[in-house]
């Protein structure tokens, strides 16, 4: 499926819901925001939010420091 990952084109295999990407990408146990074509999908959501070809995604996660 081809996505719009904070902006980029990518092709991801495997994939139908948001979920999958964001597991996709490792963020799975992170502190994490993610928004879908303009709206903020809250991570109860992840799992039941299908996904089409084109779909923007925004991934946002936190890094800690000091």
């Given at each position: ?23 996709h990408y490792g963020l799975t146990d992170r502190m994490v925001a993610t928004e ?31």
């Amino acid at each position: 499926m081809e996505l719009y990952i904070n902006g980029q084109l990518e092709t991801l295999e495997n994939v139908e819901t948001l979920y999958d990407v964001v597991a996709h990408y490792g963020l799975t146990d992170r502190m994490v925001a993610t928004e879908v074509n303009g709206t903020i999908v809250e991570r109860e959501k992840w799992e039941t939010t299908k996904l089409e070809d084109e779909t923007a995604i925004e991934l946002v996660h936190f890094v800690g420091g000091g």
